[in-house]
C-alpha cells in the first residue's frame, strides 16, 4: 500500500507510541494497535485511473457530495462576485484524503486564508474556516472557464498541504495536496458546466466525474 510522504511523521509516531504501550502491558498495547492501523490507513495514496474525455471536470477528492449551492467563490481569488455552482465533498476521517487535480491547465492564483475549525461538514466551513483556495485555467480557454478548488480545514483537520505554486502547468488526476484528518474540498464551476452527479453519492478522487464543460 503506498503512503504519502505527510504520513510517515505520523505512523512513526504512533508506532512508537504503541511499541511503548506495549512495554508497558500487552493489554494497552493491543487497546492502542487499531488507532495505529487507523494513523497508516489514513496516508494511504493509491493509484487511480482518471477518465479520458474532452471536458471532463474530475472530482478532486474521496468521500460524500453535500448539497450544490450557487455561491459566490472566494474574493481571493478575483472571480468576482456572481454566484455559480459549487460541489463540496465531506471527507471523513477514515476517507483517503490525497487531493487531486479536476482538470488540466495551470495556476493562476493560489491563496492561503487562516480562519476557524468547524465541522466540515456544515456549509459555514466554505466561509469561516481556514481553507486554501486555488484558481485553474483548463487547458485552452481565455479564462472563461476557470474553476475554483477550495481545501478547506475540518474540526480535527488542522493542516492543509497544497503543492501547487502560482504559473504552475497541472494535470488532470494528478495529486496536488492532503488535509489532514477530515475536511472537505469545495469545487466552483464556471457556469453552465453540465453537473453529471447528485448529492450524497460517495466520491473517489482522481475518478468520479463532476461535470462537464458546454
Not at 508506532?15 to 494511504?44: D, E, H, M, Q, S
Not at 461538514?121 to 486554501?132: L, P, Q, T, Y
Not at 476557470?146 to 475540518?154: K, P, T
Request: with cysteine; hydrophobic share 45%.
Amino acid at each position: 500500500m503506498s503512503i504519502h510522504k505527510e504520513g510517515y511523521p505520523f505512523i512513526a509516531l504512533f508506532a512508537a507510541v504503541n511499541l511503548l504501550a506495549f512495554l508497558f502491558g500487552a493489554w494497552l498495547g493491543w487497546l492502542l494497535l487499531p488507532v495505529t492501523i487507523w494513523c497508516v490507513a489514513f496516508f494511504r495514496d493509491p493509484e487511480r485511473k482518471t477518465p479520458e474525455g474532452e471536458g471532463l471536470i474530475i472530482c478532486p477528492a474521496d468521500g460524500k457530495l453535500l448539497p450544490i449551492v450557487e455561491v459566490a467563490p472566494p474574493a481571493e481569488l478575483g472571480m468576482g462576485d456572481a454566484p455559480r455552482p459549487r460541489l463540496s465533498i465531506f471527507m471523513n476521517v477514515f476517507n483517503v484524503h490525497v487531493n487531486r487535480n479536476p482538470v488540466s491547465g495551470s495556476v493562476v492564483t493560489k491563496s492561503y486564508r487562516p480562519g476557524k475549525f468547524f465541522n466540515a461538514s456544515f456549509d459555514k466551513a466554505s466561509i469561516h474556516n481556514e481553507r486554501m483556495s486555488i484558481r485553474l485555467r483548463p487547458t485552452g480557454n481565455d479564462g472563461s472557464l476557470d474553476l475554483a478548488v477550495v481545501q478547506i480545514a475540518g474540526l480535527v483537520a488542522r493542516r492543509i498541504v497544497c503543492d501547487l505554486t502560482q504559473g504552475q502547468s497541472v494535470t488532470r488526476g494528478q495529486r496536488f495536496g492532503i488535509i489532514r484528518f477530515g475536511s472537505r474540498v469545495d469545487v466552483y464551476l464556471p457556469p453552465g458546466t453540465e453537473i453529471l452527479v447528485t448529492p450524497g453519492i460517495k466520491t473517489v478522487a482522481g475518478e468520479t466525474v463532476l461535470a462537464r464543460f458546454i
